[in-house]
């Protein structure tokens, strides 16, 4: 299961319709790839459909989905929203992580 603050929420709604897509029937597109600093990097992007090997979630409100492989590394995941002076964007609290850059963009298990 991944987890969205409501900070996270907030701005997830946001984007998604500024960018077109309903956040009532629509979906927040989560995984995992290769690359970054630290080995892997999150992706991050709006769907308006799933794959039949696609792990579905609901949290406050956000629909999720997640790749089959990706979920391995994501479970347990918050999504979060920040938009202090240290930088804008969403990080990903990954419990699973063993490291993270520094700008935590990508990790490592």
């Given amino acids: ?3 969205v603050s409501e900070q996270a929420k907030k701005k997830v709604i946001e984007l998604m319709t500024d960018d077109g ?3 009532d029937t629509d979906f927040v597109r989560v995984g995992v790839k290769s690359g970054g600093c630290s080995g892997l990097s999150y992706d991050l ?3 308006n459909s799933h794959l039949e090997d696609d792990k579905v979630f609901e949290d406050n409100g956000i629909k ?6 990706s979920f391995l590394y994501l479970i347990g995941t918050t999504l979060e929203y920040s938009g202090g002076l240290n930088g804008t964007g969403f990080v990903f609290n990954n419990p699973n992580a063993n490291r993270t850059c520094g700008c935590g ?3 490592s298990l």
């Avoid at 999720?64 to 492989?69: L, N, P, R, T, Y």
């Fill in 1 to 3: 299961m991944i987890k």
């Fill in 21 to 23: 897509y309903n956040s």
């Fill in 45 to 47: 992007k709006f769907d």
């Fill in 64 to 69: 999720i989905i997640v790749d089959k492989k």
């Fill in 105 to 107: 963009e990508s990790f």
